[in-house]
């Protein structure tokens, strides 16, 4: 997927298990069909990481980015037990 400057990347997480939790993502481009594989996956089995916690949304960019300002937007956010 290539990201062109204002269009929407929609993104799905999933966390599973505990006692080795597994965090998996993909994303698609808007538009497009959700893939059906998880492009990221990754388990953890430490014990300070399999606790109860919260949600949150966050964006990040690095500080040697060079095209600022760069905009992000969060919609229709959902979390499911």
């Known amino acids: 997927m290539t990201h062109s400057a204002n269009t929407w990347i929609n993104v799905r997480f999933r966390v599973t298990g505990a006692n080795g939790t597994t965090l998996a993502a993909r994303a698609w481009a808007d538009g497009a069909a959700e893939t059906n594989s998880?492009?990221?996956s990754?388990?953890?089995?430490?014990?300070?990481?399999?606790?109860?916690?919260?949600?949150?949304?966050l964006a990040y960019v690095a500080?040697?980015?060079?095209?600022?300002?760069?905009?992000?937007?969060?919609d229709d956010w959902t979390v499911k037990p």
Not at 42 to 57: C, E, W
Not at 63 to 74: E, I, K, R, Y
């Open 63 to 74: 500080g040697n980015t060079s095209n600022g300002p760069v905009l992000v937007s969060f």
């Open 38 to 40: 998880w492009q990221y």
């Open 42 to 57: 990754a388990t953890d089995s430490a014990a300070s990481l399999q606790g109860s916690g919260s949600f949150a949304l």
